[in-house]
């Protein structure tokens, strides 16, 4: 019985073996996960899809793992040229063709990436010659940690910049980090409003920092670190949801000061806060 | 022995103490006049401006030609947007600053869009002619309570540290000319604010009211708003905790706020609905997203269907992004071809499970209503002849979109490109006129990972 069962295990192991060389080359062309990548897509696929289609001379940005507007045209020239339907969308067929057309070295592109380094992928030219290191001075932290997140671009709302964001999220958080979320998006879309308003300033930083406007900014809690969730309330009142129904001014009634916020007219109310016309 | 080391000792920690509090003490005087400079500065420019304004709008009621009349009406507009960043930078406790500065941004408004039209072809009619006379009164009044405002704190010495302090402890009764002051020019211009003779379309932030006004059906009850917010949530718990409320009176439109509290899984959907018709605004149902297994083209799908399931036809997606786990979609209607982009409905979905944590409806039910998209007066080809020779075109379409002033115009849609940059060009269909040209944002580099 014993005899039998290490045949087995050979027999097992064998057959492993074969069928993982035998999948090789197939895992090359299929190397993209199942996905139909679209813009505004982010990740590991948008990296192999740029990098792709930067090594056969189609796209000339940089390998950043979002798909923005470079690679639309990128592959929409590449589809054309392929006679695939042309719309953008990296679907079987389209990833299929772009693999059999063109290399991709996954550990090279991600080790560029981790480290931080500036680099193309074109064919044709040796891919010593396309990175540039980081300066001397960063280049060892780089190394040391890990990237926060595998991509190194974001998708933002739009005309609002990464640290707008932040210093949104750090006005609501310093005013409403108890809230529900609810509320935090209400704060949010309150600076937002104040930003459209005549009777505002007409920027971001302009409503936060109004002398008086904000307790969080007159008492220093703005400069807490804000979480991501306030983050991402801010992008959702940026994105067009407006759950404080279009109002300028909030307070709470527990803490306010100042009499005169009373003689607004209220809309509604969301946790703590008042939200008022 | 003893004695004499304790009392030293004592010595020099008085004396260092004594020495400690001085350094804080000037410290904060010198934090404190800082920040009164600041107010200072503010305040003075503020007055300046105001009569740098009435000054020059003054002068455009003597001009005739276009060519010194649009330069100067441009050069009204930037001393307002000035004026405007100065009142900003004033303590807003103090006193609430509205109406002046709603003021200045109706000036900003009228002159903006009176300097770039063409004036040799539109001249000045004699209605704008009228509001560019009270414009100049008016300016000039403001200038008249500012320089007394002025005077007094200069003679007097006054500061705003004071009356900001005195008002943060609660003693009003410190000097108030500051304060009295301010509150004459702030009745003064709210006297003018509703009997000025200006054209409706010049107040922007009014037009943006439109409040739903376009939405068909009778008022729902509380109960009917439940019962659509449950038909929302999917909840199959029994555990269930529901609340609703009606607006406050400050609201423009009337609506209710439901919230469903799920206790078994702990999560929240809120959502508010217009009375009128009991059409869903925004709901909310966030949670952690800590995963990604399906998609953006999966989430794509799901939206689609969602949408279609809460009788939203026609629409079309219109721009789609991933931020880690969740994605966003923004649909527009599309009607025989032609993109209504006001009308926008915007699907956010969690990416770990297919689910929609978010919808907002706002923008779509402001402007959503039945339409006449009209035939274009010019072809494609016409108005693609109007486009700068230097971008690439790419791709091409039909759009409705609402322009500058404020009106829905049809337009043709063009993507174009120039070197790495992509821009969006919209050409009236009746006119030719370049209505809107945007360069679209290509994703930014996280900056975190360029330290």
Known sequence: MKGISSKWKWLLLFSCITICFGIYPETRTNAFSSQIIQKGAVGDDVIELQARLQNIGYYKGKIDGAYGWGTYWALRNFQQDFGLPIDGLAGTTTKQKLANASNFNKAWIHEQINKGNEFTYFGGVPIEKQVKAKGNGTGGTATGKAPSKPTTSANLPGGYSQNDIQLMANAVYGEARGEPYTGQVAVAAVILNRVESAAFPNTISGVIFEPGAFTAVADGQIWLTPNERAKEAVVDAINGWDPSGNAEYYFNPDTATSKWIWSREQIKRIGKHIFCK | ?451
């Open chain 2, 1 to 451: 022995m003893i004695r004499n080391i304790v009392i030293a000792l004592l010595v020099v920690v008085v004396a260092g103490t004594a020495f400690w509090g001085y350094q804080e003490h000037k410290e904060k005087n010198a934090v404190l006049i800082n920040a009164e400079n600041t107010y200072q500065r503010a305040f003075h420019d503020l007055s300046y401006q105001v009569d740098l304004l009435h000054d020059k709008v003054g002068s455009t009621l003597a001009m005739n030609s276009r060519y010194s009349l649009s330069p100067a009406l441009t050069d009204v507009w930037r001393i307002t947007s000035e004026a405007q960043s100065d009142v900003g930078q004033l303590p807003l406790t103090l006193l609430p600053f509205n109406k002046t500065e709603e003021f200045l941004s109706k000036i900003a408004d009228f002159s903006y869009k009176t300097a770039v039209r063409d004036l040799e072809k539109e001249p000045l009619d004699d209605k704008e002619y009228a509001t560019l006379q009270s414009l100049y009164t008016q300016a000039g009044d403001i200038q008249g309570e500012l320089r007394k405002v002025q005077y007094l704190v200069l003679k007097n010495n006054l500061r705003w540290m004071d009356v900001e302090m005195a008002l943060a402890s609660g003693k009003e009764n410190s000097d108030n000319t500051i304060i009295d002051g301010l509150k004459t020019v702030e009745k003064k211009v709210s006297g003018y604010g509703e009997t000025n003779e200006m054209n409706p379309t010049f107040t922007s932030a009014q037009q943006r009211d439109e409040n739903f006004k376009n939405l068909q059906g009778e008022t729902i009850t509380k109960e009917e708003a439940i019962a659509t917010a449950k038909n929302y949530a999917h909840s199959k718990s029994k555990n269930l905790k529901v609340n609703v409320e009606e607006n406050g009176k400050g609201s423009d439109y009337g609506f209710y706020s439901v919230s469903i509290l799920d206790k078994d899984s702990d999560t929240e959907l809120n959502m508010d609905l217009t009375k009128k018709g009991g059409y869903p605004i925004w709901y909310i149902n966030n949670r952690d997203v800590n995963k990604t297994n399906i998609d953006l083209n999966q989430a794509h799908t799901k939206a689609e269907a969602f949408l279609k399931e809460h009788d939203f036809s026609s629409l079309e997606l219109f721009e789609s992004a991933q931020y880690d786990n969740i994605a966003l979609l923004n649909f527009v209607t599309s009607e025989n071809g032609v993109k209504i982009y006001p009308d926008s409905v915007k699907v956010k979905i969690a990416l770990d499970d297919g689910s929609v944590i978010g919808f907002s409806a706002d923008e779509y039910l402001k402007s959503h209503k039945t339409r006449e998209v009209g035939n274009p007066n010019i072809s494609e080809k016409e108005a693609k002849d109007k486009i700068n020779s230097n971008v690439k075109i790419m791709e091409e379409g039909k759009a409705l979109i609402t322009n500058d002033i404020g009106e829905e115009v049809l337009c043709y849609e063009f993507l174009g490109t120039i070197k790495d940059d992509t821009y969006r060009i919209f050409i009236n269909a009746d006119t030719g006129q370049e209505e809107k040209v945007e360069k679209l944002k290509n994703s930014e580099p996280v900056y975190e990972n360029l330290i």
